[in-house]
């Protein structure tokens, strides 16, 4: 009988044991468990802040800028019928725009992180015109402030610049700039035939082609005054690609007494529209 007790006692106290070995186990594996996502969570924070530095150095990586945007506004008109009691005349709107790309280098120090291989104009969009036909055109500096509509500098959906060596001289009848960017980009903004056949009786004082037009023919200014935009795509000489987001309302001076009704009107601005690097 004795000898039965201690067998029990024996199966007793290897039992514990075994609970004992497989609890001391399963501590053991649950502590390895909670070292192993410790370690792993701050590595991958680590991971997480390293690559989030990366991207904001990479997106804050800012050479160029738009720091002036140079615009005049105007109107003219096509006369449809040659009778001297009347005009009946198709109206246009117009913007011609320069706009200036800043490489932020002042001391003249051009390499291939601020000098440009590729530009074009891309993206565009006309947004609450509630009348006309506005298209944005490629515009020659030496016709700037005039209106002159060429279908051949229309803009489709991209327009790509011809990049020179600044020791090539500009034509400036064509899309052509230079690779340190020292000459503005000018664009002409054309809403067409506002108004179609619209006849004017009024012959007692000379008719003047501007912006007095828009008033004499009953055109509010709020009616052609939406917003034009587009993007400005460059690549620079190291092969890195930025593009800056061109917004504006066309500027006709809505809330101003001197307005486009006054025959032009002339406006600028300074934005610092930045070139945010692209991936």
Known sequence: MKKTNDNNNNKKIYFKEIVKSIFLLLFFFALCYIIFSVINTHILAKDFAYDMTNKYNFYSENIFSIDKIYFFSSATADNNEQNKAL??????????IALYINNNNSQNNFTSENTINSLSIENINFNNISIGEPNLYFKSITNFGKYIKDDNNLINNNLSFEILDNTNEINYELPQIHNTC???ITLSYINSSIVKNKIITDISEPLTFNGSLLKKSGI?????SGVVSFDIRIKTNSNKTFVANVYFSVPLGQNDSNNVYSGQYIYETNPNIRFIRQE
Do not use: A, K, M
Not at 220 to 224: G, H, K, L, N, V
């Open 87 to 96: 005009w009946d005349l198709n109206i246009h709107q117009f913007t011609d």
């Open 220 to 224: 509010t200014i709020s009616s052609i």
């Open 182 to 184: 020292d000459e503005p």
